[in-house]
């Protein structure tokens, strides 16, 4: 299985500041990578796709990048509704895994 | 856009069978890949497997021997069945599939239903 490591497992930060959330894939995924946001009690929420796609009516303050088998999910202004928890999610080998997970606090 | 509605009980005692349906409304199931994803409470996603509408499966080796999920078109239903239970497996579980045909990624996801696995 593809191992997906997130760092930080936690963030604290305040609003306005920007914030970035790294996933290290075991092995090279090309760019067949999601990430998600999940809030307690609800179903994640897709957010990018394709390492750096953003899904519709997503806020642009929400971008993705990769380096390698490196990937990196940025928010360039913390907002309160930003508050919740990151899952990445690689889809290049099966089985598909997760990240696990990054709970961005509010400082 | 596509609803999916997970439905099947709460509580399964240990070394039974765990069985759940998911209903998609909104659009037909056909061309697309349906999965079923879980997670324990306080912890990760963990994904299960998938079926694609024409019956192909893939499924997560951890769970291959206890895990089989099947579509039925007519009913626009994906069904999950995991054998030999044990508390382990006490997690939320989801249905999730792609807008797109062939998607790999998960744009659509059910509610989630909580199941117990206790005595």
């Known amino acids: 299985d593809i191992q997906m490591t997130q760092s930080p497992s936690t963030l604290s930060a305040s609003v306005g500041d920007r914030v970035t959330i790294t996933c290290r894939a075991s092995?090279?995924?090309?760019?067949?990578l999601a990430w998600y946001q999940q809030k307690p009690g609800k179903a994640p929420k897709l957010l990018i796709y394709?390492?750096?796609n953003l899904e519709g009516g997503v806020p642009s303050t929400f971008s993705g990048s990769r380096s390698g088998t490196e990937f990196s999910l940025t928010i360039s202004s913390l907002q309160p509704d930003d508050f919740a928890t990151y899952y990445c999610?690689?889809?290049?080998?099966?089985?598909?895994?997760f990240g696990q997970g990054t709970k961005v606090e509010i400082k | 856009q596509v609803q999916l509605q997970e439905s099947g009980p709460g509580l399964v005692k240990p070394s039974e069978t765990l069985s759940l349906t998911c209903t998609a409304s909104g659009g037909s199931i056909s061309s697309y890949y349906w999965n079923w994803i879980r997670q324990p409470p306080g912890k990760g996603l963990e994904w299960i497997g998938h079926i694609y509408y024409s019956g192909s499966t893939n499924y997560n080796p951890s769970l291959k021997s206890r895990v089989t999920i099947s579509v039925d078109t007519s009913k626009n239903q994906i069904s999950l069945r995991l054998t030999s239970v044990t508390a382990a497996d006490t997690a939320v579980y989801y249905c999730?599939?792609?807008?797109?045909?062939?998607?790999?990624?998960?744009?659509?996801w059910g509610q989630g239903t909580l199941v117990t696995v206790a005595s």
């Open positions: 394709g390492a750096s």
């Open positions: 999610q690689q889809y290049n080998s099966y089985p598909w895994t």
């Open positions: 092995q090279s995924i090309s760019r067949w």
């Open positions: 999730a599939t792609g807008r797109d045909g062939g998607q790999l990624w998960f744009d659509y």
